[in-house]
C-alpha cells in the first residue's frame, strides 16, 4: 500500500556532490517518518538519515553529519538527501525506510525493523 522510489545514484568524484531522493506513492492512511540507510558490499546497513512528516526535525550519523542533508517537501511525498564532500567510503547502496515510529536520537540502535523499504539506489565515489 506504501511504495518509496530511490533515484538520484551514480558516479561521482570525491569531494563532489550527488542528490537523492525518494518518492512515496500509493494508499498512506497514516503519517510516517523517512530514514536513509546504505550498504557497502560485505559490510552491515548502518544508519544514514532520518527526516520526520512533518520535516521539522532530522537526526544523522555521525559519519554523515555536516555533510549530508535530508528534506521533505510541502506536498510530503518526496524525501530528499543531498550528500556533499563525499568520500570513497560514502560508496554504498542507499535505500530510503518510512517507518510510523520516531526513534528520536535512538535511530542508530534501531534493528532495522521499517515498515516499508525501497530497492536502493547505488552511490559510487571515485578518486
Known amino acids: 500500500q506504501l511504495q518509496l522510489v530511490e533515484s538520484g545514484g551514480g558516479l561521482v568524484p570525491a569531494g563532489g556532490s550527488l542528490r537523492l531522493s525518494c518518492i512515496a506513492s500509493?494508499?498512506?492512511?497514516?503519517?510516517?517518518?523517512t530514514a536513509w540507510f546504505r550498504q557497502a558490499p560485505g559490510k552491515e546497513r548502518e544508519f544514514v538519515a532520518a527526516?520526520?512528516?512533518?520535516?521539522?526535525?532530522?537526526y544523522y550519523a555521525d559519519s554523515v553529519k555536516g555533510r549530508f542533508t535530508s528534506s521533505r517537501d510541502n506536498a510530503k511525498t518526496t524525501v530528499v538527501l543531498q550528500m556533499s564532500s563525499l568520500k570513497a567510503e560514502d560508496t554504498a547502496a542507499y535505500y530510503c525506510?518510512?517507518?510510523?515510529?520516531?526513534?528520536?536520537?535512538?535511530?542508530?540502535?534501531?534493528?532495522?525493523?521499517?515498515?516499508?523499504w525501497g530497492k536502493g539506489t547505488l552511490v559510487t565515489v571515485s578518486s
Open positions: 525506510a518510512a517507518n510510523y515510529a520516531w526513534y528520536g536520537s535512538r535511530w542508530t540502535r534501531v534493528d532495522y525493523d521499517m515498515n516499508y
Open positions: 527526516i520526520t512528516w512533518s520535516g521539522g526535525t532530522t
Open positions: 500509493g494508499q498512506i492512511s497514516m503519517t510516517y517518518h
